[in-house]
């Protein structure tokens, strides 16, 4: 136990003002296999921390430091990804393998040490393969000291699908040429915070802080609770105006915070529901228990109240949500234009496609590649085709328009930011039409969005981070069939801002990665030796991807990939007229 206790000691941070003093928080975790039986069903091998089953939760505050000394003691390299974190000049600590370390070496050991800027409900995870879907995920909670709304007492509630097979043995199955209409694995029960048994003690009249995370690898959820509101206060570590619900959907990777009122009598005791949505499952196994509860108790004795009926269309509409700290819609002034879809590829296996290119990992961390290409480190070419490469302008405006033409849900995510939630419609966009942006005022930002099948979304962010940020479908399993692309966000001004830490270097040289070069890891424009992903079977373009690939062969010739800087007057950038229609 005394290693799962985090160390606080007091520092006087150098970048922090003289007033504010710091804490640094360190966190003791060997990364080790546990045997435990967390849904009562089946016993099997997970991924804990020291010997521990479910992971503790980290608990720190803004401005704090954050310091993880992990071992890693599973026969896997693995990684570690604080998701939602800015992680600003600090990119080398946002964990995805191989796009901004090298996996740690089983046996070895890896410090991440990450300021906390921001403050909210946020998750850490495992970033390597699967390890997450095999336990490796738990609650990153970070108090402000200051906090917007008032709130007596706090608990988190993080909820996640469960599998009795290792994430391993799942995905070979799931990319498999025996799999050609690429149905996801279905897990096998739902978890709060990784058991099954969950009990909230309330006190009446105190005011309760509930902090929802979905860490799963697949469900979305609908979440309930039986004979009280929920007033929503945090979408993805953003504050956001007081808004009262019944029961709302969170995705994969999400996080909201509600604040609930306790009851004044203690005559009964309440259940909290996450219903799973079975729309994400292509069948629902008989076995499977979808709606998973815990107890809100207020006292032992008291009986349960019955069950409610749960309307899971009361509150659909995350978008809707208004942030406390307004921040304004920019005029973007790079355009990005992305089409998600799934379709069986030249390897005979059902792949996930962003503008019909399949994200494979670069022989080369996309980082390292940035930070030794000299002023190559701008031309998209040098990050491999199949890493799909999005170079930014420093501090640029950038808007993503994301089109689901597939017929799933999915939940995209970007590291590194919040974006602005600008507009949605129906079907591909049309880019010869005007955007229908909904909110241009104050839009919810987050970092973690959902789009629905056959929809599009628009996000604006701006490219103030410099680093590369992974842009992907937080459904595991799509992210392992490459819905993927990398952004790399100001390489200009990396050298400058970003470190290379030297024990990665070391992680690398242990597994024979290379660490300098092209994706390829060759010097200049010679990409010989690339990972390459699987390509469309021929005759399979969509028209989506004609264009892309149209602009693809434009934007190379031009040195600038798959980023298009379109000119305005070319009608394929939003005007300011355009962005005024709601
Ligand atoms: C991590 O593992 C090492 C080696 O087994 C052990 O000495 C150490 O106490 C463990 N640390 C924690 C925090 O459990
Ligand atoms: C956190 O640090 C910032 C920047 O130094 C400072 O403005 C702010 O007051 C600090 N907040 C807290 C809660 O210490
Ligand atoms: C988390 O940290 C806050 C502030 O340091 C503290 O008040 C709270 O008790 C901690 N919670 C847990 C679960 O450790
Ligand atoms: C971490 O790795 C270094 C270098 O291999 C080694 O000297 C050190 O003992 C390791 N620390 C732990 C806690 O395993
Ligand atoms: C978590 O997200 C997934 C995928 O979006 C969803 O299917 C699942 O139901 C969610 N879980 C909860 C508790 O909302
Ligand atoms: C609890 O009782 C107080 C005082 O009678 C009342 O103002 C408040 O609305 C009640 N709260 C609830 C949740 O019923
Ligand atoms: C789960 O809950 C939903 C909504 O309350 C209900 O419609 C559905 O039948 C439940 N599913 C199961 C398997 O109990
Ligand atoms: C890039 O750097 C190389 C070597 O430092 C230099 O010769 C070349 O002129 C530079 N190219 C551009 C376009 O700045
Ligand atoms: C847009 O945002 C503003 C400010 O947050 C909010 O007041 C307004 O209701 C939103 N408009 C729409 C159409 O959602
Ligand atoms: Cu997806």
Request: aromatic fraction near 10%; glycine fraction near 6%.
């Amino acid at each position: 136990m005394l290693a799962a206790t985090p160390v606080k000691t007091l520092a006087l941070l150098a970048l922090v003002s003289a007033a504010a003093h710091a804490a640094v928080v360190t966190y003791d975790w060997n990364i080790t296999y546990v045997n435990t039986n967390p849904d009562g069903l089946m016993e099997r091998r997970v991924i804990g921390i020291n010997g521990q089953f479910p992971p503790p939760a980290i608990n720190v505050t803004l401005n704090d430091t954050l310091v993880i000394n992990v071992v890693n003691q599973i026969s896997e390299p693995t990684s570690l990804h604080a998701h939602g974190l800015f992680q600003t000049g600090n990119n080398q600590m946002d964990g995805p393998s191989m796009v901004t370390q090298c996996p740690i070496p089983p046996g070895a050991n890896f410090t991440y040490t990450i300021p906390i800027e921001q403050y909210g409900t946020y998750w850490i995870h495992g970033h390597n393969k699967g390890h997450y879907v095999d336990g490796l995920r738990g609650p990153l909670i970070i108090h402000n000291p200051t906090e917007v709304y008032h709130y007596d007492e706090e608990y988190t509630l993080a909820f996640a699908d469960w599998y009795h097979d290792e994430h391993s043995v799942l995905l070979d199955d799931y990319l498999s040429m025996f799999n050609p209409t690429g149905a996801e694995p279905v897990p096998k029960s739902a978890l709060i915070n990784q058991v099954l048994d969950n009990k909230f003690s309330f006190v009446p009249g105190k005011v309760y802080r509930l902090r929802i995370i979905n860490m799963s690898a697949l469900a979305m959820f609908h979440i309930h609770i039986d004979g009280h509101d929920m007033d929503i206060i945090e979408v993805d570590g953003v504050d956001v105006q007081r808004t009262t619900v019944q029961t709302f959907p969170i995705s994969a990777a999400q996080r909201y915070s509600v604040l609930v009122t306790a009851k004044n009598t203690t005559s009964n005791n309440f259940l909290i529901h996450g219903d799973m949505d079975p729309e994400m499952f292509d069948s629902v196994p008989d076995t499977l228990q979808m709606n998973i509860t815990g107890t809100i108790v207020y006292d032992a004795a008291s009986p349960l109240a019955p069950a409610e009926l749960i309307d899971w269309g009361d509150f659909d509409d995350a978008a809707l949500l208004t942030p406390v700290t307004p921040m304004a819609v920019t005029p973007a002034d790079n355009h990005i234009s992305l089409t998600a879809s799934f379709q069986v590829m030249d390897d005979h296996i059902n792949k996930a496609t962003f503008n019909d290119i399949t994200y494979v990992l670069p022989k080369v961390p996309s980082l390292y590649t940035a930070m030794s290409m000299g002023n190559l480190s701008s031309n998209p070419e040098v990050y491999g085709t199949f890493a799909h490469p999005l170079v930014l302008k420093h501090n640029s405006w950038v808007e993503m328009i994301i089109n689901n033409n597939d017929a799933g849900n999915h939940p995209f995510h970007l590291h590194g930011h919040v974006f602005q939630v600008v507009g949605r419609g129906d079907g591909i966009y049309d880019e010869s039409t005007p955007y229908p942006y909904f909110n241009t005022t104050n839009p919810l930002r987050r970092d973690t969005v959902l789009v629905p099948s056959l929809t599009n979304v628009a996000i604006r962010f701006q490219a103030n981070n410099p680093g590369v940020w992974l842009f992907h479908c937080h459904i595991e399993w799509h992210l392992q069939a490459g819905l993927a692309t990398t952004i790399i966000e100001a390489p200009e001004a990396m050298p400058g801002v970003l470190t290379v830490d030297p024990t990665h270097l070391q992680h690398c040289k242990d597994l024979g990665i290379p660490f300098s070069g092209n994706a390829a890891g060759n010097q200049g424009l010679d990409l010989t030796g690339q990972n390459v992903g699987p390509n469309l079977l021929p005759g399979t373009f969509t028209a989506k991807g004609i264009v892309a690939l149209f602009f693809t062969v434009l934007s190379a010739v031009l040195g600038l990939a798959t980023v298009i800087w379109y000119a305005q007057d070319e009608g394929l950038v939003p005007s300011e007229e355009g962005e005024d229609t709601k």
